[in-house]
């Protein structure tokens, strides 16, 4: 099983900076880990899917990078409606499909 | 515009079988592009995935919940189900029907979610 780290597992950060979520895995997924955001009370939302790639109707600030075992996600000027939940997921190697820790962003 | 509706029961006995039911709108669970799958969610924790079915491709499952979890699939309903059996208090969470692809002609992640179902395992 492939066990994904984020860090860190919490980010203090004010709206109009910029943020630098990790995701590390414990062996290598290619390019294969998306990024979800998930606010309190909803279901996940899927934001970039193969390391770089934004999903429909995500805005151009959040981008995503890496390969490997190390990926970012970085929004390049926060929003107050970016404050949420972020995890990792990747779908290299399954059974099983996993999702990192999360890493809670705070303003 | 798809639409993933999870239904069943928000109360399951201790040792009993949790049966979830998700329906699909706006699309179709005989895709021979989409998985259509189930993933649980414990308040404060990450999402697990449960299991997965895509048609010509066959069903996989969690190796954790392997020997407790059948999914199958009603093509006159196009429902997608859930049954996991002998449950305990850890089995309680929020259970979401979710829609992922496997190759690049579709968006190969989960790209779709319902809305959720607490279930709570408890006598």
């Keep these: 099983e492939v066990v994904l780290t984020q860090s860190p597992a919490t980010l203090s950060l004010s709206p109009g900076e910029r943020a630098t979520l990790s995701c590390r895995a414990s062996q290598s997924v290619d390019i294969y880990l998306a990024w979800y955001q998930q606010k309190p009370g909803q279901a996940p939302r899927l934001l970039i899917f193969d390391a770089s790639n934004r999903a429909t109707g995500i805005p151009a600030r959040f981008s995503g990078s890496g390969s490997g075992t190390d990926f970012n996600l970085t929004i390049s000027s926060l929003e107050p409606e970016d404050f949420a939940i972020y995890y990792c997921q990747q779908r290299k190697v399954w059974p099983p499909l996993t999702f990192g820790g999360g890493t809670r962003l705070e303003i | ?123």
Aim: with cysteine.
């Design chain 2, 1 to 123: 515009q798809l639409l993933l509706q999870e239904s069943g029961p928000g109360l399951v006995k201790p040792s009993e079988t949790l049966s979830l039911t998700c329906t699909v709108s706006g699309g179709s669970v005989i895709s021979s592009r989409h998985f259509w799958g189930w993933i649980r969610q414990t308040p404060g924790k990450r999402p697990e995935w449960i299991g997965s079915f895509r048609d010509g491709r066959g069903t996989f499952y969690n190796p954790s919940l392997k020997s407790r979890v059948t999914m199958s699939v009603d093509t006159s309903t196009n429902q997608v189900s859930l049954r996991l059996s002998s449950v305990t208090a850890a089995d309680t969470a929020l259970y979401y029907c979710v829609r992922h692809a496997e190759q690049r002609d579709a968006v190969p992640a989960f790209d779709n979610w319902g809305q959720g179902i607490l279930v709570t395992v408890s006598s």
